[in-house]
């Protein structure tokens, strides 16, 4: 009996379809206007966490990840980002791979001042600049990567990375919880305090997770 190898499969590609904005462009060879899907927040502004579960779960070929870069082409990823088996792994891990930036802690609040009020903020590289760092944390917290910051539209932040991971499990009446992911617990107010026999907590609402 011979052995026959098997052929690849093709690799299967989609436009992305969460964390992306339409954005309208002129095409270079005849001067008309078409509509193209770009990432809210670019995919280079966040990081993958295990970067060789990546590549073997939402590999693209190198010349798509060549075209990714043009801004006026449509932004592709592997159709695995989708896929509901894995879209945690692609949401917690994978975040970069997936074009799933906006996602992530650092990037999902929303902006008080304008797309282009923020915009030449972050162009100018002002986010963290002393006299302008705390405009762009009230103001401009997701175009600057600052949500999960203390203060960022009047929000909390989690002391762990993992929080949406152990809400079902614990629930935000746990101390743990209250103390370390007050912004998963969606809390009011960030001061809590604990106290010798009683924890004195805010307001908590049910957290959506993905």
């Known amino acids: 009996m011979i052995l026959r ?90 975040p970069s791979k997936c074009a799933l930036c906006c996602s992530t802690k650092d990037f999902d609040c929303q902006d008080i001042d304008s797309e282009e009020n923020c915009q030449a903020i972050l162009d100018g590289h002002l986010c963290e600049f002393p006299f302008m760092a705390e405009e762009a944390l009230k103001k401009c917290p997701r175009t600057c990567g600052l949500c999960n910051k203390e203060g960022a539209h009047a929000s ?18 746990s101390e743990e919880m209250q103390r370390k992911c007050k912004r998963t617990c969606e809390f009011d107010n960030c001061n809590i305090q604990e106290t010798t026999n009683t924890y004195v907590k805010a307001t908590t609402h049910s957290a959506l997770i993905v």
């Open 156 to 173: 909390c932040i989690d002391l762990i990375n993992d929080c949406d991971l152990f809400i079902d499990a614990i629930g935000c009446d």
């Open 5 to 94: 190898s098997k052929t690849p499969l093709p690799i299967r590609l989609e436009v992305i379809r969460r964390c992306e904005r339409i954005i309208t462009v002129v095409t270079n060879d005849s001067d008309e206007t078409v509509e193209i899907v770009r990432p809210i927040i670019a995919a280079s502004r966040c990081q993958d966490s295990d970067p060789f579960l990546c590549n073997a779960l939402f590999a693209i070929p190198s010349d798509i990840a060549a075209d990714n870069l043009d801004e006026a082409k449509d932004y592709k990823v592997s159709a695995n980002c989708y896929e509901p088996s894995v879209i945690k792994i692609a949401l917690n891990k994978c």
